[in-house]
């Protein structure tokens, strides 16, 4: 049955979750056991679910109790679901909740990029993307064109922030992700080398005068590549690029020099993905 709690005090500490820890603190860097994350959205909540992430608790406006919330909330078994009308929960939270539910999940840790190489046979490879947004489609175009998994730099932004899970239409629980190990210039370099051990082709997304069109034949009899993406405004660093097997671009029209790297990631991913 579910354990439905009417908010009657907007400061009550178990709606600090919801109402005002910051994305960091819900990180908590300090005990990663104890991290949690916010999914939005039924479907959203759903593809978390089936993923394995364990609920802590719900926030559901109560218009949506009987309806698209009742199978996610039996699914969620005896944990805490607060609710309210839509014009408490948007006092409370500073915002219209998307389609009526929040969902307070705990991380798991993380795998090994053994693990998630394990059987990949393309992988994109972000160094220090740090817009969540750009995050979120990233991984969604990933999950529909083809990569295996994802590998990030500790400078991106982190793929269970709010808003990338949003972005991402909850792919982020589809597709096996983890980060490099944490290096001083929080560069991709130190991950190269350790792809090119399991057996990957790496190919670096950058404007350079040796860059291969992205419909190069090498690229795509490749058995196994990682597609290299850099951050918004400055792209790679140079000595990605210069570790990296291939540099690859995606020809350009009308004077335009670049995509953004969420856009070119998809252009990417549906060119060497298949």
């Known amino acids: 049955m579910a354990n439905l709690i009417e908010i009657t005090d907007f400061l009550a500490p178990e709606l600090d979750i919801y109402a005002r820890l910051t994305e960091v603190q819900l990180l908590n860097r300090f005990q990663p056991e104890k991290g949690l994350f916010i999914a939005e959205s039924p479907k959203v909540i759903e593809r978390a679910l089936d993923a394995g992430c364990q609920p802590v608790s719900m926030l559901v406006e109560r218009a949506h109790l009987e309806t698209q919330a009742a199978q996610l909330i039996r699914r969620c078994g005896d944990v805490p679901v607060y609710t309210a009308d839509f014009d408490v929960l948007t006092q409370l939270t500073g915002f219209k909740l998307t389609r009526g539910m929040l969902c307070a999940m705990r991380r798991a840790p993380l795998p090994s990029l053994e693990t998630v190489c394990a059987g990949a046979r393309r992988v994109a490879v972000l160094e220090n993307v740090m817009n969540p947004t750009n995050i979120g489609a990233i991984f969604r175009s990933a999950a529909a064109l083809n990569m295996d998994a994802i590998l990030l730099t500790p400078g991106c932004s982190d793929p269970l922030y709010r808003r990338a899970i949003r972005v991402s239409m909850g792919t982020v629980f589809q597709i096996p992700w983890t980060y490099l190990a944490r290096e001083e210039d929080d560069s991709v370099q130190f991950g190269v080398d350790h792809l090119k051990a399991l057996g990957f082709k790496t190919a670096a997304m950058a404007l350079t005068e040796q860059s291969l069109p992205i419909d190069h034949p090498e690229l795509t009899k490749a ?17 990605t690029i210069a570790q990296c097997d291939y540099t690859v671009r995606i020809p350009m029209s009308h004077g335009v020099d670049s995509l953004n790297v969420a856009a070119a990631s998809a252009v990417a991913f549906w060119q060497l993905g298949r």
């Open 223 to 239: 058995e196994k590549l990682a597609i290299v993406l850099g951050t918004e405004g400055d792209g790679l660093a140079d000595g």
